[in-house]
């Protein structure tokens, strides 16, 4: 079995309402990237979140380049109708990545209640990256990160590669297609995040998302003074009263 990095490892915040939220880490990042916001929402609701581990993270880039996006949304579906089976008001949350894993979930797994996506990938600022993955995975397996603002995170206790792997961005691409093609056919209600000093994800996803998201009921939260790991930031309290005043009023 693959080693875990300790900052890495999955949690699981049990409360003692009859919510619960499955809450979803980003690309190359851990469950560590949660936490913070996790924790206010356990505190302020009472309600279970559970944050997993997806497939081919926290442990080295070599296996997340080994998994693709259907890895990822099967252990969502695993966890989700684990959660589903012992608790009545089910949420799905995730951050980048995992906003799109909870709108893909909350199309296709029966009986969530809501979904929340926070600064998810729908137009990133990277777009010469994302548009030569396809070709560049068969030539070099990562592409190294520059000097980030997360590395401050990693200093709070947050785990992430320091690298993309091609192969498996390349997947989180058609994930990504996929979700733009199926947005209409969400048809519970959905809390759209967006982090206005978000380097990553472009502001633009957020008013996409609205507008094609036809059949669902949107709560749209902008977040003035983040950035793209809004869940470690200083508006991470507004974050988490935000999430459980959502889930309440769904439940």
């Known amino acids: 079995m693959k080693e875990v990095h300790p900052k890495a490892q999955p949690f699981y915040l049990e409360g003692k309402s009859n919510q619960a939220l499955l809450f979803l880490h980003g690309f190359t990042a851990s469950p560590s990237e949660l936490l913070p916001t996790a924790e206010i929402l356990h505190d302020i609701n009472d309600c279970t979140v559970s944050g997993i581990l997806l497939p081919g993270h926290g442990t080295n880039p070599a296996d997340l380049n080994a998994t693709s996006w259907w890895d990822w949304y099967r252990a969502v579906?695993?966890?989700?109708?684990?959660?589903?089976s012992e608790y009545q008001h089910v949420?799905?949350?995730?951050?980048?990545?995992?906003g799109l894993l909870s709108m893909h979930a909350g199309i296709h797994l029966p009986g969530l209640r809501g979904v929340v996506a926070i600064?998810?990938?729908?137009?990133?600022?990277?777009p010469l990256l994302s548009a030569s993955a396809p070709l560049m995975q068969h030539l070099v397996p990562?592409?190294?990160k520059g000097a980030r603002k997360e590395d401050i995170l990693a200093r709070q206790g947050r785990f992430d590669y320091n690298c993309y792997p091609v192969r498996a961005y390349t997947s989180l691409t058609q994930l990504r297609n996929i979700i733009i093609k199926e947005l209409n056919l969400l048809r519970i209600p959905a809390m759209l995040?967006?982090?206005?000093?978000?380097?990553?994800?472009k502001k633009g996803?957020?008013?996409?998302?609205?507008?094609?998201?036809?059949?669902?009921?949107?709560?749209?939260?902008?977040?003035?003074?983040?950035?793209?790991?809004?869940?470690?930031e200083q508006e991470k309290n507004i974050l988490a009263r935000e999430l459980g005043e959502?889930?309440?009023?769904?439940?």
Do not use: C, W
């Open 91 to 98: 949420f799905v949350a995730g951050l980048s990545m995992g």
């Open 77 to 84: 579906e695993l966890e989700g109708k684990r959660l589903l």
């Open 193 to 201: 995040v967006q982090s206005l000093r978000d380097r990553a994800v």
């Open 142 to 144: 990562y592409f190294t």
């Open 205 to 232: 996803s957020v008013e996409y998302l609205k507008e094609q998201l036809s059949n669902s009921r949107v709560k749209i939260l902008a977040l003035p003074n983040s950035g793209h790991i809004a869940t470690m």
């Open 119 to 126: 600064n998810a990938p729908i137009f990133t600022q990277y």
């Open 246 to 251: 959502f889930i309440n009023k769904e439940s």
